[in-house]
């Protein structure tokens, strides 16, 4: 079974400062990696997603996060928030076989200004 | 890009009552079409996998005939939540796969906007 966990249900990070959230999956076979964000009250926008090429993967609004099989870590990062950058973001993980996405808790990140 | 609609964005219905909503993919086909539902604060988790011209696979847990689930083109699926009450109440979003899909890659899904139920 497929899972993934976010380390910290929520973030605070200061206007202008890095962005890091947390995110290990669990999968007994190459995962498919995804993080989106969700505005309050909105679905989900998707950020970037890791489909087994580069580990390295750029996404919308300047975030990006990388994949790490031996650590089973794919943390999100930002360089420098803004306060538009506040939401939920959820990571999640899917096996394509069936493309069920297992989606994580969500880490609520907070921008102060 | 990709969009998907649901409708109505948002309903109150009293307890006992059904309610339809809809989830339609604008500008693509999508064989598949997945429901998921949120509590507030909470993660996704899916219910159903809805694919076109067949049935629906309920996750486990998920009555299907509480939540009945329509495909019945490549751009409409509807949940209809069957004699609702307010354990009911929640986001209901759905997702869209292209039909179009290179093997071996996984494609896209692309969300919709959700669909808040309340049950009175």
């Known amino acids: 079974a497929q899972s993934v966990t976010q380390l910290g249900s929520h973030v605070s990070v200061s206007e202008g400062a890095l962005v890091l959230l947390r995110c290990n999956y669990s999968?007994?076979?190459?995962?498919?990696l995804f993080w989106y964000v969700q505005y309050p009250n909105q679905g989900l926008q998707l950020l970037l997603k890791?489909?087994?090429?580069?580990?390295l993967v750029k996404g919308i609004n300047g975030f990006e996060a990388e994949f790490k099989k031996s650590e089973t870590s794919f943390h999100l990062t930002k360089p420098s928030a803004h306060m538009s950058d506040a939401a939920e973001y959820f990571c999640?993980?899917?096996?394509?076989?069936?493309?069920?996405?297992?989606f994580g808790k969500g880490t609520r990140l907070h921008i102060l200004p | 890009g990709a969009v998907v609609s649901q409708h109505p964005s948002r309903v109150i219905c009293k307890s006992g009552t059904s309610v339809k909503i809809e989830c339609r993919s604008l500008?693509?086909?999508?064989?598949?079409m997945f429901w998921y539902r949120q509590f507030p604060k909470q993660s996704l988790m899916l219910m159903a996998t809805?694919?076109?011209?067949?049935?629906?696979?309920?996750e486990q847990g998920v009555e299907k005939d509480k939540f009945l689930i329509n495909h019945a083109s490549l751009t409409l699926s509807t949940l209809t939540v069957t004699s609702a009450h307010p354990e009911d109440s929640s986001f209901y979003i759905c997702?869209?796969?292209?039909?179009?899909?290179?093997?071996?890659?996984?494609?896209?899904?692309?969300f919709g906007p959700g669909t808040r139920l309340l049950v009175l």
């Open positions: 809805s694919n076109e011209g067949s049935k629906a696979t309920y």
């Open positions: 997702s869209a796969r292209d039909q179009i899909a290179v093997a071996g890659v996984q494609e896209t899904q692309y």
């Open positions: 500008d693509f086909q999508a064989t598949t």
């Open positions: 999640a993980v899917s096996d394509n076989r069936d493309d069920k996405i297992i």
């Open positions: 890791y489909t087994s090429a580069a580990t």
């Open positions: 999968s007994s076979v190459p995962p498919y």
